[in-house]
């Protein structure tokens, strides 16, 4: 069968992982009974592209690309395009041809999802370490809040110890003994920006 363009973008032979997925999908559904022809959407969306790509009919490509297949449940009628290379085995591409019979003791392996791991943040490690920023002894802390960067002032000989080391952190928080704590309050920024 020869290739016009870039129909598929081919595969290496055998089934991909989504279609087995698929297959153990439509194995456990209850729908997969009643289906009478195989889910060939990607097939025909992609007929109708190089139809249009060669100025064709889509059937025209449909039947140039038309192939059966031995399946469990017997032959199956599906899309299929081959590229042969030398000295390598054949590139495969099917769309189709998906026994669609349901299987009452089939078993849907599905991974379980990872937990997803939500890291703590900085703030409580830091209240954690119990360890205040400014004087670092280990003692209570507390924790000292600015509604923004720009309420630190800027920086200067004007700017105490502890908006200067808020600033340089870009933190608007700092965790601080009871004795830095009625130091920063006594000690205001004067220049705010």
């Not at 937990?115 to 209570?140: F, M, S």
Request: positive net charge.
């Amino acid at each position: 069968m020869q290739l016009h363009g870039d129909l598929f973008e081919i595969q290496r032979a055998g089934e991909t992982v989504n279609e087995r997925h698929a297959i153990q999908q439509r194995a456990g559904s209850d729908r997969a009974g009643r289906c009478k022809r195989a889910d060939t959407g990607d097939g025909e969306r992609c007929y109708a592209e190089q139809a249009a790509k060669h100025r064709s009919a889509v059937t025209t490509m449909a039947a140039r690309h038309k192939a059966k297949i031995e399946t469990s449940d017997g032959m199956r009628t599906c899309f299929e395009a081959r590229k042969r290379r030398a000295g390598k085995p054949e590139l495969v591409a099917r769309f189709g041809g998906i026994p669609l019979r349901r299987d009452r003791r089939a078993v849907i392996r599905d991974p379980a999802p990872a937990p997803a791991v939500i890291p703590r943040k900085e703030l409580i490690h830091r209240l954690r370490k119990r360890r205040c920023e400014l004087c670092e002894h280990g003692t209570t802390v507390a924790v000292h809040q600015v509604a923004g960067l720009v309420s630190l002032g800027r920086p200067g000989p004007g700017q105490p110890a502890w908006a200067a080391l808020m600033a340089n952190k870009r933190r608007k928080t700092l965790i601080v003994c009871a004795d830095c704590h009625d130091h920063i309050h006594a000690n205001p920024v004067a220049n705010t920006a």
